[in-house]
């Protein structure tokens, strides 16, 4: 369902002057509104399940240059993007969607748990956007258990796998994919932050960049918590996968807003019988 929001304050002095507005939202609703720069909305979720959040947003008519930003802020963390995101002047996206770092492990206690997404802009004209914020369900790998999900630059996706006392050897994660999308698989400790994008998923952890076929062995010592997350990232050119190194040629950054990269692909942990 689509919910269409106009919400906002008057200060009685101040001659039309606007004030950010704070309201309350619902789990799995797309909510549509609209900011300005002197009018900043803030969505209030009351968080009822141990899952992952994810929030996706969109918006057209908006210029790159002045981007509207989308903060997700969680009790230890916050995770922030702009809409338009430019993905390092190879393409444009309207629609972004990220997975929030799971948190409720951080607090076995609370009884409640909120989480507020602000979205502001610093253009004078009124812009409109969705956005909309769900739980994410198959969030635990099962081992033999195959996902199938698509990816794209502005959409990575993560997963995570937890060691149990049944099973104390070494797990190998493979993805596969029947396209030549050049992609980047991660295996990292789950802390937070989550690097999920192009510019860090390099940061932390092990990775491995694959156009058909990626394949990561991973131990329980890896993790100091027995877990560890599968992150998956599509790159806006091949030319991560088809060249040595890490460095991008300044010709591709023309490339404008050309057909986004979408990748299919399949997620499956075994165990290492080799290691």
């Not at 790159?64 to 995770?79: D, E, M, N």
């Amino acid at each position: 369902s689509r919910v269409a929001i106009t919400a906002g304050l008057s200060v009685g002095c101040g001659a039309g002057k606007e004030v950010p507005s704070i309201i309350s939202a619902n789990m799995s609703q797309t909510i549509t509104a609209n900011v300005t720069a002197t009018f900043q909305k803030t969505f209030l979720f009351l968080l009822e399940q141990d899952k992952p959040v994810r929030v996706i947003a969109q918006a057209s008519n908006v210029s790159p240059l002045k981007p509207l930003i989308v903060s997700a802020r969680q009790i230890l963390g916050v995770t922030s993007f702009t809409i338009p995101l430019n993905d390092q002047g190879y393409q444009v996206y309207d629609q972004v969607a990220r997975t929030l770092c799971p948190q409720w492990d951080y607090s076995p206690t609370v009884d409640k748990r909120f989480m507020a997404i602000d979205v502001s802009s610093s253009d004078s004209t009124k812009r409109e956007f969705q956005i909309r914020a769900d739980y994410v369900d198959n969030f635990d790998l099962v081992e033999g258990r195959v996902i199938s999900a698509h990816v794209t630059p502005s959409k990575p996706m993560y997963f995570r796998y937890k060691f149990d006392d049944d099973n104390k050897g070494p797990m190998l994660v493979k993805v596969n994919s029947a396209d030549d999308t050049c992609a980047t698989i991660s295996v990292q400790a789950s802390y937070c932050p989550i690097h999920d994008m192009v510019y860090d998923i390099e940061y932390d952890g092990m990775f491995q960049s694959m156009t058909t076929l990626a394949a990561i062995t991973v131990t329980p010592s890896f993790s100091s918590k027995n877990d560890f997350i599968v992150v998956v990232v599509v790159h806006p050119t091949n030319y991560q996968c088809e060249h040595l190194g890490h460095e991008f040629l300044d010709v591709i950054k023309n490339a404008g807003n050309a057909t986004e990269k979408r990748k299919k692909y399949r997620l499956r942990l075994c165990v290492d019988t080799t290691a």
